[in-house]
């Protein structure tokens, strides 16, 4: 009885490697297919490629410039204007239009915008007229003596380019 269970087990695993080999060998063949497949349909589809900036983003400047400053704080202004011809669409994914991180040199990032908002999960466009801008102002406050950079981005998509960052000071 022993023999015959050892039988059938040693049946049944050749079986099996027999179906994996033959399920291998379809799948190779399958994707052979596909390959040349896709040769030909990428010698037939060859068209001019896109850069990589978004055309829209080449019309639009940014820029964050100092505006006030005390004793512990500064005061930003970050802008983004449009310099094309031609309307702009800034597309953002939740209420959130701008975030900043500010750094020191000793302790890396202190502070982002977006610690400890909420943000509303809402799809808004913004279009923006030729020569027409968005300006955010930025307050930063209780600032201990050193140095600091503040960097300041737009959150639409598509929007690579607009990172700026400025260094300063606070004396004691």
Do not use: C, H, W
């Not at 087990?9 to 050749?14: E, H, M």
């Not at 994707?31 to 990428?42: C, L, M």
């Not at 639009?60 to 702009?88: C, H, M, Q």
């Not at 800034?90 to 302790?107: A, C, G, P, V």
């Amino acid at each position: 009885m022993k023999k015959l269970g050892l039988i059938i087990v040693i049946l049944l695993i050749a079986g099996l490697g027999t179906l994996l080999f033959l399920s291998n060998q379809e799948s190779e063949n399958d994707q052979e297919r596909n390959n040349e497949t896709n040769e030909e349909s990428e010698e037939v589809n060859e068209e001019p490629k896109e850069e990589d900036d978004n055309v829209e983003e080449k019309d639009l400047t940014f820029s964050l410039e100092e505006v006030n400053s005390g004793n512990s704080s500064k005061e930003f202004n970050y802008i983004v204007k449009n310099e094309g011809a031609d309307e702009v669409e800034l597309s953002f994914n939740t209420s959130q239009r701008y975030e900043y991180e500010l750094s020191s040199k000793e302790e890396g990032v202190i502070k982002r915008y977006s610690d400890g908002k909420a943000f509303m999960q809402v799809l808004k466009d913004i279009k923006l007229a030729p020569g027409e801008e968005l300006s955010y102002d930025i307050s930063l406050s209780s600032l201990n003596a050193g140095e600091y950079t503040l960097r300041v981005f737009l959150t639409a998509r598509d929007m690579s380019k607009s990172e700026k960052t400025i260094s300063f000071k606070i004396d004691e």
